[in-house]
């Protein structure tokens, strides 16, 4: 089932499409309804839950009058409005990356490029919980576990049986830098080596040190695509916030940073045989 995120984007979709047939105005239906433009667009956008009365209103404006496309379009926003698994963690996750895993959940093809750390869906239980730690110092090693746990639940959609592709560069700092003891920093190294030749769904390339400088220095970024909304989105984030873009000429940019990372990078197969020799330095 898609996750409530990508619910609420299809259902502004079909507005938006729905409102485009009828040739009318974003501020025009907005002034109509008596809302602010903002609503509307947030609406579209699907950054916030469609109500049902919202709802029925603007299928009325557009002419939407048949019964049963009407319900099917209610019971949709009602299940847009239902809780994402990951809500179980509460603070555990951060209001700015909540959008994110509903997301990731239903993306169909993952591209990512990490400059300093392992791609969280590739991430080993010792390495995250090395990570998040390092991260987050003032915790409680209590909220230290839920953020591992949420960490590695969020790996489930790729042993779902139609998994996204993932196609993750990192830069070589990312297997220099050691996470953990020598035998958690190996373990990951392999375990990433283990997820390329194992899954055909998954590549992994490694951008050299020795690429120089490259086309997104000091930068990490991921762009996710699915399968029955148009559009993709970019996504990057800092300390404690993130970005979210879809405009088509910032993703194309985005796209084409990362086809150039792709042409730097070392190629897949010996990606695999680069990170199992440095996994064996550690031990």
Not at 2 to 9: A, G, K, N
Not at 27 to 32: E, F, G, I, N, P
Not at 178 to 189: I, T
């Amino acid at each position: 089932m898609d996750s409530p995120t990508v619910l609420r984007r299809r259902l502004g979709t079909e507005l938006g499409k729905l409102r485009a047939a009828s040739r009318m105005a974003a501020k025009d239906v907005a002034a109509t309804l008596g809302w602010s433009a903002s609503k509307l667009s947030r609406i579209e956008s699907g950054s916030v839950p469609l109500q049902d009365r919202d709802a029925a209103r603007l299928l009325a404006h557009y002419g939407v009058d048949d019964p049963a496309e009407v319900k099917q379009f209610i019971n949709l926003a009602r299940q847009s409005r239902q809780q994402g698994w990951w809500h179980a963690y509460g603070d555990a996750l951060p209001d700015w990356f909540r959008a994110y895993i509903g997301l990731e959940a239903d993306a169909t093809k993952i591209e990512t490029f990490q400059c300093e750390l392992v791609p969280g869906l590739l991430q080993t239980e010792d390495y995250a919980r090395q990570v998040i730690r390092a991260m987050n110092p003032g915790e409680a090693s209590e909220d230290i576990e839920r953020r591992v746990a949420l960490r590695m639940e969020r790996q489930q959609i790729l042993d779902r049986p139609q998994p996204p592709r993932i196609w993750a560069i990192i830069g070589e700092a990312v297997m220099r830098r050691q996470v953990g003891d020598p035998s958690q920093m190996s373990g990951q190294l392999h375990h990433m080596a283990d997820m390329a030749e194992g899954r055909p769904n998954m590549t992994i390339q490694v951008l050299p040190f020795s690429a120089g400088a490259h086309a997104a220095m000091g930068s990490s970024f991921s762009i996710l695509s699915f399968s029955d909304l148009p559009g993709r989105v970019a996504y990057s984030e800092v300390t404690t916030s993130s970005i979210y873009t879809e405009r088509e000429s910032e993703i194309a940019r985005h796209e084409d940073t990362f086809l150039r990372l792709m042409a730097s990078s070392v190629q897949p197969e010996k990606s695999v045989s680069w990170l199992r020799e440095v996994a064996e330095e550690y031990k």
